[in-house]
């Protein structure tokens, strides 16, 4: 022993932990959760409208960050957050134990709005850029990952959720529009105008509305939305 503290392992957001991994707290990311503007209109917007006992519906789990926000920050009852890509479990599982959240449920899946055949999920060496589509960056690919899908109207009868985290890259305009969410009292959309276009942003609108949930303004940011029930 040289007398040398050991190295900290963790980077610190907003008063949590993040283990540090070579493959995906590098870079911007790294910057982002030491300056604590890792998705900060999201961020912004859970800590408005979650509240205590709420049960989350979060579909997009990324790196653990808004799960683990809800589970320490906001004494909810639990989260439940869908994941597509497979690489990034071990590593929402890691933040998780780090930050001693033992009320979530991570799911290696994908809702749809029917259950169906499991889809192709392309791993690449930047575990970030991995995606289901397959005819990009193909040298890049490290395998290929069977994906469950789950119906999203299961999902929703099963779990309950008072709140919907939702930022799917673009799938939104797809799947918002597929299900019942009337038993919602908020939630907060990652809108992807640029992929989805002026339809689809128009059919979640439209969508929450059916469902009783009108734009929240308070707790909107440009492509950040909040619909919420009775404010």
């Not at 040398?4 to 590098?26: E, V």
């Not at 926000?69 to 690489?87: G, Q, R, S």
């Not at 290696?108 to 690449?124: C, H, I, Q, S, T």
């Not at 305009?173 to 105008?193: C, F, T, V």
Request: net charge negative; aromatic share 6%.
């Amino acid at each position: 022993m040289d007398g040398t503290p050991p190295r900290n392992p963790y980077i610190r957001s907003r008063g949590m932990r993040f283990p540090k991994h070579p493959q995906i707290t590098t870079g911007r990311i790294r910057g982002s959760l030491r300056e604590g503007t890792y998705e900060a209109k999201e961020c912004d917007a859970v800590m408005r409208v979650v509240q205590a006992g709420d049960i989350v519906l979060e579909l997009g789990g990324g790196i653990g960050y808004m799960s683990t926000l809800v589970a320490c920050k906001k004494n909810i009852a639990h989260v439940h957050t869908f994941e597509a890509n497979p690489a990034l479990i071990p590593y929402i599982h890691s933040v998780h134990t780090a930050n001693e959240v033992t009320n979530a449920t991570v799911h290696n899946a994908l809702l749809a709005p029917e259950a169906g055949d499991p889809v192709n999920f392309y791993v690449r060496r930047n575990f970030l850029a991995s995606s289901m589509d397959g005819d990009v960056e193909t040298d890049a690919i490290t395998s290929t990952q069977q994906i469950e899908q789950r119906s999203v109207h299961k999902a929703l009868a099963d779990i309950k959720p008072d709140v919907l985290i939702c930022d799917i890259e673009g799938a939104e305009a797809h799947l918002i529009p597929a299900a019942d969410w009337s038993g919602l009292r908020a939630a907060i959309i990652e809108l992807h105008p640029q992929w989805i276009g002026q339809k689809g942003v128009q059919a979640v609108f439209d969508t929450m509305h059916e469902a009783g949930l009108s734009y929240f303004p308070k707790a909107s940011h440009a492509k950040v939305v909040t619909f919420k029930k009775d404010w």
